[in-house]
């Protein structure tokens, strides 16, 4: 597709339990941007990853959140053990330059946690 | 670390100017951006400028930098019922190479 995808567009979990979100950047687009948007924080920068080197995760809320990117493409975001202030929408971006340039949001995954 | 920092509402009058003002804290992004964002939809960049520019004019958009006094502004010319969304200031911070500061963003109200 000519956009960034995320997949589910919702989901809902009970705490306690353990999620993956996916993101599948534009094709061609070298870095890749977790990001949570939550009322009352605005959007917050969870973690970056940059072709093949050592992902930046200083955004990263708690040890309970992790991401992975294969073959520089896809990226999942795994958040154990949920709790109820994890609920959120999760945003995923990409972009083409390094050094800021444009980044291309997908429509996110929007996360309950009940 | 970087703080952006914008009001929160701002209403007007279809055909009017809208102005949403923006400050930040860290001069040192090269690039600074508005990105849009309607109900229900996902993030959508608007435009952005240089860091080397004083302004830039993109159709019924225009953004004014004052790197001195480091603030950001975005004025929307004949505003419409179509621009009512929320609008989002970020630049990009030094803390993790290019992943962006946002501001918690300004509701813009247009009534016909």
């Known amino acids: 597709g000519a956009g960034v995808s995320q997949s589910p567009s919702n989901k809902v979990t009970e705490k306690g339990k353990d999620v993956e979100l996916r993101c599948d950047p534009i094709?061609?687009?070298?870095?890749l941007y977790w990001y949570r948007q939550s009322l009352g924080q605005g959007l917050e920068f969870l973690i970056y990853f940059q072709g093949n080197s050592a992902p930046d995760k200083s955004g990263l809320p708690s040890d309970r959140f992790s991401a992975e990117r294969t073959g520089g493409s896809v990226s999942t975001l795994t958040i154990q053990r949920t709790q109820q202030e994890d609920s959120a929408v999760y945003l995923c971006?990409?972009?083409?330059?390094?050094?800021?340039?444009?980044?291309?949001f997908g429509p996110g995954t929007r996360l309950t946690v009940t | 670390g970087e703080d952006v920092e914008q009001s929160l509402f701002l209403s007007v009058r279809e055909g009017d100017s809208s102005v949403i003002n923006c400050t930040y804290t860290?001069?040192?992004?090269?690039?600074l951006y508005w990105y849009k964002q309607e109900p229900g939809a996902g993030l959508q960049l608007l435009t952005y400028?240089?860091?080397?520019?004083d302004m830039k004019q993109d159709q019924r958009l225009t953004v004014l930098l004052n790197k001195k006094d480091k603030h950001l502004s975005l004025r929307i010319a004949d505003t419409q019922t179509g621009d009512s969304a929320i609008y989002f200031c970020?630049?990009?911070?030094?803390?993790?190479?290019?992943?962006?500061?946002f501001g918690k963003g300004t509701t813009l109200s247009v009534s016909s």
């Open positions: 400028i240089f860091s080397n520019m």
């Open positions: 971006a990409s972009s083409s330059l390094s050094g800021g340039g444009e980044q291309y």
């Open positions: 970020a630049v990009v911070t030094n803390q993790a190479g290019t992943a962006l500061i």
């Open positions: 094709s061609g687009h070298t870095a």
């Open positions: 860290d001069s040192s992004s090269t690039y």
